[in-house]
């Protein structure tokens, strides 16, 4: 594919994607190098509503193929909290050490099975020609009491992945995109791209 459009301001949520999709696209442009596109108002009740509204709007804008993605925390015992809301947790303009403050915050008090946490994430695909994708990845873990490492974004810092000793903040960004929710939505639509492409 010469061009692609991924939907994102997150500068590291781009460069996972760059690493997982190196070789498949020529361009791989982001938001900021678009600055007409109009900002998309995540409003759906879902993560799927979100993604496909912000790629169906980025790509009519543009007319170029979009990849866009929402993705969040959904923690057990917030009842699935941040959910679609995680960027914006702790308030509009929150950076993540506010939402990772208010995380912990509210889960202060709450026994450890609460803390069962997944991280969740929807890609949708919008191609100019009509076609559009969705792929989906969800990786499980508990929530810290404090930040570990010093790698990733977000909520990383906080988050045990099952089966390892480590949170997402301390994977390397090889291991990191081979088993997390976005690395496993991005395998999937690699593999799409790949089918595509032929």
Do not use: W
């Amino acid at each position: 594919m010469k061009q692609l459009v991924v939907a994102t301001r997150n500068h590291g949520k781009l460069t996972e994607i760059q690493a997982v999709l190196d070789g498949l696209v020529d361009e791989l442009l982001c938001i900021t190098d678009l600055p007409d596109l109009p900002e998309t108002v995540e409003d759906g009740a879902t993560f799927v509503d979100n993604a496909l509204k912000k790629a169906r709007e980025a790509s009519q804008a543009c007319g170029l193929p979009v990849l866009a993605d929402d993705s969040g925390l959904v923690v057990d015992g917030l009842d699935g909290r941040p959910g679609v809301l995680s960027a914006r947790f702790a308030g509009p303009g929150a950076d993540d050490a506010a939402n990772n403050q208010k995380l912990l915050e509210e889960l202060a008090f709450l026994p450890s099975a609460s803390r069962k946490a997944a991280f969740v994430c929807v890609m949708a695909f919008v191609h100019p020609d009509g076609t559009e994708q969705v792929f989906q990845g969800v990786v499980t873990g508990h929530i810290l009491n404090g930040l570990r490492g010093d790698g990733g974004f977000g909520y990383d810092p906080l988050f045990l992945v099952d089966g390892f000793r480590q949170t997402m903040a301390e994977l390397s960004l090889e291991e990191k995109n081979r088993i997390s929710h976005r690395g496993q939505a991005l395998g999937a639509f690699r593999s799409y791209l790949q089918r595509r492409e032929r």
